[in-house]
């Protein structure tokens, strides 16, 4: 019981810490800008989540393909090692490119919306 309660009081402590700036806040925004920062935190969490996913899925299957044809032809080991890490970096440049559109996504100025 105690192993568990480490953890949970430490992802506690950090939830109550990144919400602390929500009570520093002076006014509420307007309901037509409230909604639209609301869908755009939605499209910038489903655009990191579905990246990030999909990227996993592919170099999982990479390695995967890549660690089978090693082991049935141990001397293509080379050979198969230089395009496997070339597209590792590939999917990888993906997954940034769609945290960047997420970063873009919410920090648009909110306050230039009428």
């Given amino acids: ?7 949970l009081a430490l992802v506690l402590f950090f939830i109550a810490l990144t ?3 929500l009570l520093a806040q002076e006014a509420p925004l307007d309901e037509s800008k409230a909604s639209l920062f609301k869908v755009s935190l939605i499209v910038g969490g489903a ?3 579905l990246a990030t996913a999909a990227g996993a899925f592919s170099q999982a299957k990479a ?8 082991s049935r ?8 090692r230089v395009p496997l890490i ?3 970096v590939l999917i990888e440049t993906l997954v940034i490119y769609a945290l960047l559109i997420a970063i873009i996504v ?4 909110w306050g230039n919306y009428t």
């Fill in 19 to 21: 919400a602390t700036p």
């Fill in 106 to 109: 919410l920090m648009v100025q």
């Fill in 47 to 49: 655009i990191i989540t």
């Fill in 63 to 70: 390695i995967s393909s890549a660690c089978e044809g090693i």
């Fill in 1 to 7: 019981m105690k192993k568990n309660l480490k953890p």
């Fill in 86 to 88: 070339f597209a590792l």
């Fill in 73 to 80: 032809n141990p001397a293509s080991g080379p050979h198969i």
